[in-house]
C-alpha cells in the first residue's frame, strides 16, 4: 500500500480508503463489516470513513467497534456533520449548535476521544460560513478534530471559506470528498485547480461508480440480484445507461492487456490525479477490498491513458 499527504498537511493516508456508506449498519450484516476492516487494515489501508447519518448512527457504532482492537495511532478516521439527525429544527445542518452536538455524538457512538478528520457533509445555504468555521475551529482547540474537510462543496464554496478562514485566523479546509470516477468528472474543471491552488486534497467516493465500474452490469442483461443497483433505496439510473456499459467493454479489453481487473483499472486512473489523496472505496466483502487495494502504486502509462480517454470522451462530453 501507498500513502499520499492529505492535502498540503502532514498528515499521510493510504491510497486506498473504506467507506461505510450503504454498508455498515445497513445490508451488510455487522460480521462481515467488521471482517472487511480487518482485511482493510491487514493490507495497510490505515483510512476510514464513515458519518452519523449513514444509518443513524449505527455505521459509527460498527466502525468504532471494529478499530477499537488497533492502536489509535494506526489509523486515520473520518466522520461528517449535516444531515438530517432528529426530527427538530436544529437536527440537521451546519450552525454552531448542530456540529458541536453532532461531533460529541458521533464520538460516543464511535467510542473514541477524537476524529482525525470531521467534514461538512454538504454545504449549507442556511448558515454563514463563518459560523461554521468557528465551531469547527473551536472543536480543533479542544481537540476533537484534527483536520477539517467538505463534501461536495463547489469551487467557489471552497474559495470563499479559505478566504474567510486566512482573514479570521482560523483553521482552513485541507481536504474535499467529492463523487469522481471514470464516468463522473466533473470536479477536474474547476475543483481541482481550485482545491490545488489552495492546498485541498481529494478523498474521492464512488470511484467505481457504485459498481457499474466493475463489469457486473453487461448491457441486455438483467441486474444482479445481489447487487447495489437491485437495493429499493438506491437510483442507478443516471448512470447505469446503455453508453456508459459500452464504454465499460470497451475499458475491460484495456484493463486486460495491463492484467489488471476493470475495477483495479479505474482506481489507478484515478490515482493519476496527483490531487487525489485517497480513493474511498465500499466493500460488502474482504475479498472485493483485496482486489481493489491491488490498485495502489500502479502508474498508467501516457499511452494507456490515452486510450481510456478516447473511450471516455465519446459522446461523454456532458461529464467533463
Not at 487494515?41 to 470513513?49: C, E, R, T
Not at 478523498?203 to 463489469?215: C, D, E, K, N, Y
Request: hydrophobic letters at 35%; one cysteine or more.
Amino acid at each position: 500500500m501507498q500513502y499520499r499527504h492529505l492535502g498540503n498537511t502532514g498528515l499521510k493516508v493510504s491510497e486506498i480508503s473504506l467507506g461505510s456508506w450503504l454498508t455498515y449498519g445497513g445490508y451488510v450484516e455487522e460480521k462481515n463489516a467488521e471482517a472487511s476492516i480487518d482485511k482493510a487494515y491487514d493490507l495497510g489501508i490505515n483510512f476510514f470513513d464513515t458519518a452519523n447519518v449513514y444509518m443513524r448512527g449505527e455505521a459509527e457504532k460498527i466502525v468504532g467497534k471494529a478499530l477499537r482492537k488497533y492502536p489509535r495511532n494506526s489509523y486515520v478516521l473520518a466522520t461528517k456533520v449535516f444531515g438530517k439527525m432528529g426530527d427538530g429544527p436544529n437536527d440537521q445542518g451546519l450552525s454552531r449548535k448542530h456540529i458541536i452536538e453532532q461531533c460529541n455524538a458521533s464520538l460516543d457512538r464511535l467510542g473514541l476521544d477524537y476524529v482525525d478528520v470531521y467534514y461538512c457533509h454538504r454545504y449549507h445555504s442556511d448558515t454563514p460560513i463563518e459560523e461554521t468555521l468557528r465551531a469547527l475551529e473551536d472543536l480543533v482547540r479542544q481537540g476533537k478534530i484534527l483536520y477539517i474537510g467538505v463534501s461536495e462543496w463547489t469551487a467557489e464554496q471552497m474559495t470563499e471559506a479559505v478566504r474567510i478562514a486566512d482573514r479570521k485566523l482560523l483553521d482552513r479546509i485541507v481536504v474535499n470528498q467529492p463523487n469522481y470516477s471514470m464516468l463522473h468528472r466533473y470536479i477536474e474543471k474547476e475543483v481541482i485547480p481550485v482545491s490545488e491552488k489552495n492546498g485541498i486534497g481529494q478523498v474521492v467516493f464512488s470511484p467505481l461508480a457504485q459498481g457499474v465500474l466493475t463489469g457486473k452490469y453487461k448491457k441486455g442483461e438483467a441486474i444482479p440480484s445481489d447487487s447495489r443497483a437491485a437495493q429499493k433505496d438506491l437510483d442507478l439510473s443516471r448512470i447505469l445507461t446503455e453508453a456508459n456499459l459500452e464504454r465499460v467493454e470497451a475499458l475491460k479489453g484495456i484493463a486486460a492487456n495491463e492484467n489488471l481487473s476493470i475495477a483495479q483499472l479505474a482506481i489507478a486512473w484515478i490515482l493519476r490525479q496527483d490531487n487525489v489523496s485517497s480513493a474511498l472505496i465500499g466493500a460488502s466483502r474482504p475479498e472485493q477490498i483485496e482486489e481493489n487495494a491491488k490498485a495502489s502504486g500502479i502508474s498508467l502509462s501516457q499511452e494507456t491513458l490515452a486510450k481510456v480517454e478516447d473511450i471516455l470522451a465519446h459522446d461523454n462530453s456532458h461529464n467533463k
